[in-house]
T-cell receptor, first 112, second 115 residues
Framework: AQSVTQLDSQVPVFEEAPVELRCNYSSSVSVYLFWYVQYPNQGLQLLLKYLSGSTLVESINGFEAEFNKSQTSFHLRKPSVHISDTAEYFCAVSDHTDKLIFGTGTRLQVFP | GAVVSQHPSWVICKSGTSVKIECRSLDFQATTMFWYRQFPKQSLMLMAT?????????EQGVEKDKFLINHASLTLSTLTVTSAHPEDSSFYICSANPQVNTEAFFGQGTRLTVV
C-alpha cells in the first residue's frame, strides 16, 4: 500500500517570495507522482507529474518538483509566487493502477 | 487536455431522498472512472472504482448499498447516494484517465448538502 505525507497544512508567504511545499511518500513498489492544485469549490487540476525519466519536472506556470527516490520525496517549489497561486495543493501517488492516493493537502496563502 | 464533466455542480436534498451525480468524459472513452469524497478542508478519499460493463470496486469502509455506482457506457458513470443523511454532505469528485498510467483528469466536483 502507498501513503502520502504532506507535512505542512498551511504555508503563508508574501508575494514574490520563494516557496516549497513538502511531500513524502511510502510505497513498496515503484510509483508515479503528481501535484494537483484545487481552487475553492472546484475540481483538481494537474500541476505536474513524474512518470519516468528526468527527476526534475516543471509546470508551465513556474512550479517545479524533484523526485528523490532515496528520500522518497517529491517537494514542490516555486522561486517567486503570485497572489493567484493561492490555492490548495495536493501531492498524490499512483502504483500504476490509475488509482490515486492523496496527501492531506497544503493550503498556500500568498499575501501582498 | 482531456475534459471530464460532472453534473450537478451543487445539490441540496432532503434527508431520506436519493441523489444522482453524473460524471462524463467528453472527448475520450473511459473504461474506468474513479469517485472521490472530500470533507471540508480535508484530502480526497477514494470511494470506488467504476468499471464499464461490470460492478464497481469499493474501497474498504464504503457502503456499496448506499453509494450505488453505474458505468453504463464508455463516457458516463453515475454515483447515486441513496437515502441520504446529513453526514453524507460532502464534496464528491470523479476522475478518469484518457490513457492508462498517465495523469487523471477531474470533474469540477459536486457539492452535496443534505438537510
Amino acid at each position: 500500500a502507498q501513503s502520502v505525507t504532506q507535512l505542512d497544512s498551511q504555508v503563508p508567504v508574501f508575494e514574490e517570495a520563494p516557496v516549497e511545499l513538502r511531500c513524502n511518500y511510502s510505497s513498496s513498489v515503484s510509483v508515479y507522482l503528481f501535484w494537483y492544485v484545487q481552487y475553492p469549490n472546484q475540481g483538481l487540476q494537474l500541476l505536474l507529474k513524474y512518470l519516468s525519466g528526468s527527476t526534475l519536472v516543471e509546470s508551465i506556470n513556474g512550479f517545479e518538483a524533484e523526485f528523490n527516490k532515496s528520500q522518497t520525496s517529491f517537494h514542490l517549489r516555486k522561486p517567486s509566487v503570485h497572489i493567484s497561486d493561492t490555492a490548495e495543493y495536493f501531492c498524490a501517488v499512483s502504483d500504476h493502477t490509475d488509482k490515486l492516493i492523496f496527501g492531506t493537502g497544503t493550503r498556500l496563502q500568498v499575501f501582498p | 487536455g482531456a475534459v471530464v464533466s460532472q453534473h450537478p455542480s451543487w445539490v441540496i436534498c432532503k434527508s431520506g431522498t436519493s441523489v444522482k451525480i453524473e460524471c462524463r468524459s467528453l472527448d475520450f472513452q473511459a473504461t474506468t472512472m474513479f469517485w472521490y469524497r472530500q470533507f471540508p478542508k480535508q484530502s480526497l478519499m477514494l470511494m470506488a472504482t467504476s468499471n464499464e460493463g461490470s460492478k464497481a470496486t469499493y474501497e474498504q469502509g464504503v457502503e456499496k448499498d448506499k453509494f450505488l455506482i453505474n458505468h453504463a457506457s464508455l463516457t458516463l458513470s453515475t454515483l447515486t447516494v441513496t437515502s441520504a443523511h446529513p453526514e453524507d454532505s460532502s464534496f464528491y469528485i470523479c476522475s478518469a484517465n484518457p490513457q492508462v498510467n498517465t495523469e487523471a483528469f477531474f470533474g469540477q466536483g459536486t457539492r452535496l448538502t443534505v438537510v
